[in-house]
């Protein structure tokens, strides 16, 4: 499947799934959060009450990366693959995930997203988790 050119339907409610402990995670999402106009999206991260949080959150413990997103069918986008499925869902979104179809962007994204994702567990001592 490429993650690059499949896009959710626009009615779908999307959930981010994310660790908010990283500063640019949490950056990221304040600003997700307050881009979301459509209200598309539900976002879980440690604080998140319910019982399914801390299952989601125990699946991004053992992954790689510092985020991932399920649409309602789901289907789950982790890390740099998530990011133009996000990016669709905003509102002003579509024109930069035109970008995405552009040859070597998703590259691009995927070694910045290691760049930064390593950084975050080098700086936080947890090497390993990189």
């Known amino acids: 499947m490429n993650m690059t050119t499949q896009c959710a339907p626009e009615s779908l409610s999307l959930t981010i799934v994310c660790d908010e402990r990283c500063t640019v995670v949490r950056s990221l999402a304040a600003l997700l959060r307050v881009w979301d106009h459509g209200r598309r999206f539900t ?16 699946e991004l413990d053992n992954s790689r990366w510092s985020l991932f997103l399920i649409d309602e069918q789901n289907e789950h986008w982790h890390g740099p693959d998530a990011i133009p499925m996000i990016l669709k869902n905003l509102p002003f979104g579509k024109f930069a995930a035109v970008f995405y179809i552009l040859p070597g962007t998703m590259w691009l994204t995927r070694n910045f997203y290691m760049v930064v994702s390593n950084l975050r567990f080098f700086l936080s001592g947890n090497r390993a988790a990189a």
């Open 43 to 58: 976002f879980v991260d440690r604080e998140s009450p319910s019982p399914i949080a801390a299952k989601l959150m125990s």
